[in-house]
């Protein structure tokens, strides 16, 4: 019997690519799992009206990890556009598959590890390794939005806040409202998340990522629950920044950083500045993790401009695998993994078009799979 049930979930566009770059070498990895196809993407919300149908949330309930490739998302109006003509008119609405996963199954964590391999020639600089861990569930995704703006809503405002006095006399539908919500909570989970990291992996620091002296009742909430959660790791340094700041500081002196953490929003900005840093979406993979159950993924889209042309770096996809294979406890396949793909990153060989070759999709999967048959 396999040892591990795996969800898979390959979603759409270049999804199907590099999941079937993933598998060949988890294959040759020799991790002992059967894997579970799950529904997922654009195809079943224009068909059944749910881009996440509850069957596949049944099996996410049932399986040790998952492994996903990416989807299509598009913005209401036009999904709405696209939905099935038996479908309109039942007040179905668009919202993002991967958001409602994150939420419906806690996976609190979004960790997303960017490392420069030697020898890539994307990277910005030579001996990044920055980590960030992003609140998964709350802040701007938090899915409480109004456009147009409900009367009640607006009038308490009005009566409420003084700042909404600037906004009072626009007609609803010329204003738009999403609610950043974050908890004491979540805030505090997210950031014992990345302290435990930093001490388990040795890290030098841990930077708290917020806006609070603009955005005050939210960040500053986050930034206070950091703060006392950092009094709990006495032996790991700390420190904070506005993330505007963080940009221009990353870029300038990325080795001053190490493990940084940030609500929802931020942590999705500066990932994937970081990700840019070590080869862009090519290789920037992450970890959606709860306390059960833990979904990885590229950070990546379905790139539907190169859909079904298998060129695609599955790089990100692959190093997304080796995350699953350290979340389940298989380090020594996830440490043979991480060897087979800076040995081929290292020598230049073989490279996708991204990095300036010509290499297909499945020519850098087997190039890592060859690696891993002389590592094992
Ligand atoms: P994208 O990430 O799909 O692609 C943007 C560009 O990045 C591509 O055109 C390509 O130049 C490059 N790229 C992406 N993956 C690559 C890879 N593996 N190797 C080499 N180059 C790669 O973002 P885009 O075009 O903004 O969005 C396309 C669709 O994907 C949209 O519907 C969007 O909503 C969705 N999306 C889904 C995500 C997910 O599934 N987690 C994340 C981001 C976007
Ligand atoms: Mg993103």
Not at 76 to 87: H, S, T, V, W
Not at 187 to 200: G, L, P, T
Not at 281 to 302: D, Q, W, Y
Request: glycine share 8%.
């Amino acid at each position: 019997m396999s040892r591990y049930r795996i969800a898979w979930l390959p979603g759409d566009g270049i999804g199907n690519e590099v999941m079937a770059a993933a598998r060949l070498v988890l294959d040759q990895v020799g991790l002992e799992a059967e894997y579970l196809p799950g529904d997922i993407g654009w195809e079943f919300w224009r068909c059944e009206g749910d881009a996440l149908p509850q069957r596949t949330l049944d099996l996410l309930q049932s399986v040790d990890a998952a492994l996903f490739g990416a989807i299509t998302s598009k913005p209401a109006k036009a999904a709405e556009a696209e939905l099935n003509p038996e479908l309109h008119g039942k007040g179905l609405v668009y919202r993002s598959p991967i958001v409602r996963m994150r939420q419906m199954l806690d996976l609190y964590v979004c960790l997303r590890p960017c490392k420069a391999y030697a020898g890539n020639p994307l990277n910005f600089r030579e001996g990044i390794n920055l980590v960030v861990f992003r609140e998964n569930t709350e802040d701007l995704y938090s899915g409480v939005e109004f456009n147009p703006v409900p009367q009640e809503l607006s009038g308490l405002l009005e009566k409420i806040s003084p700042p909404f006095s600037a906004f009072k006399d626009l007609p609803n539908d010329e204003v738009a409202i999403s609610c950043k919500i974050n908890t004491k909570k979540g805030s505090a989970a997210i950031v014992r998340a990345a302290f435990d990291f930093a001490r388990k992996d040795k890290r030098k620091k841990v930077t708290i990522v917020h806006k609070a002296n603009v955005v005050r009742a939210t960040d500053g909430l986050f930034l206070d629950e950091a703060a006392a959660v950092a009094r709990e790791y006495p032996d790991i340094p700390m420190d904070s920044a506005n993330v505007d700041a963080i940009c221009m500081w990353l870029l300038k002196n990325p080795d001053n950083y190490d493990v940084l953490v940030a609500p929802n929003l931020y942590g999705d900005i500066i990932s994937d500045l970081a990700a840019q840093m070590v080869g862009g979406l090519g290789f920037g993979c992450s970890g959606n993790i709860g306390r059960k159950m833990a979904v990885f993924e590229p950070t990546h889209g379905s790139a539907p401009k190169y859909a079904d042309q298998w060129k695609v770096n599955p790089i990100a996809t692959i190093l997304a695998s080796k995350m699953m294979l350290d979340w389940l406890g298989e380090k020594e396949k996830g440490q043979r993994l991480e060897e087979a793909v800076a040995t081929v990153i290292k020598e230049g060989r073989v490279r996708t078009y991204d990095m300036g070759g010509q290499a297909a999709t499945m020519d850098m999967a087997e190039a890592i799979g060859e690696k891993l048959s002389v590592l094992s």
